[in-house]
T-cell receptor
């Protein structure tokens, strides 16, 4: 079974803190994605990566950066957390561009 | 622009059949996915359509018409555990990124 894990299920941070969200997949998938999910807005793509050290901006990259140093790991970084970044963050991976995406359990981030 | 529309909420009765519609306008199309998401959990894959027609998988079926930019998810013999949000997503990017609709929250009542 494909397994996508995320470092935390729940996280509480202060405004201005640097936040790291980690995602690891164990199926040698090429593509990895970071989404945020907010009520009434659905899933929105922040960044994605189709290879090690490669990254592409999604629909809402502002305020975020990513890192993919190893194939199995994709990190989302909030350089200076703000209250409007309070959200559910979901990581996903897929074998290639035509395959379904497998999602991690999500990290519910609250920024106070 | 990219747009995917689906109803916000639907209610149905246990044992019945429900159809959840999805219309899309995207710059590219490499297939359409349906995901199920229970409250507080991650989305899980239900179906994938890339050619016109109906794909059946147990109690769930999904239909696609590319010329109409239209898909539906059909759930038969509804069970209480089918209460969830159903997300329509189009693979419209060159790198396989999905464009998601806002989801349809289905409530199944006894």
């Amino acid at each position: 079974d494909v397994k996508v894990t995320q470092s935390s299920r729940y996280l509480v941070k202060r405004t201005g803190e640097k936040v790291f969200l980690e995602c690891v997949q164990d199926m040698d998938h090429e593509n990895m994605f970071w989404y945020r999910q907010d009520p009434g807005l659905g899933l929105r793509l922040i960044y994605f990566s189709y290879d090690v050290k490669m990254k592409e901006k999604g629909d809402i990259p502002e305020g975020y950066s990513v890192s993919r140093e190893k194939k199995e790991r994709f990190s989302l970084i909030l350089e200076s957390a703000s209250t409007n970044q309070t959200s559910m963050y979901l990581c996903a991976s897929s074998l290639n561009s035509a395959d379904e995406q497998f999602f991690g359990p999500g990290t519910r981030l609250t920024v106070l | 622009g990219q747009n995917i529309d689906q109803p916000t909420e639907m209610t149905a009765t246990e044992g019945a059949i429900v159809q959840i519609n999805c219309t899309y306008q995207t710059s590219g199309f490499n297939g359409l996915f349906w995901y199920q998401q229970h409250a507080g959990e991650a989305p899980t894959f239900l179906s994938y359509n890339v050619l016109d027609g109906l794909e059946e998988k147990g109690r769930f079926s999904s239909f696609l018409s590319r010329s109409k930019g239209y898909s539906y998810l059909l759930l038969k013999e509804l069970q209480m555990k089918d209460s969830a949000s159903y997300l329509c997503a189009v693979n419209g990017g060159s790198q396989g990124n999905l464009i998601f609709g806002k989801g349809t929250k289905l409530s199944v009542k006894p």
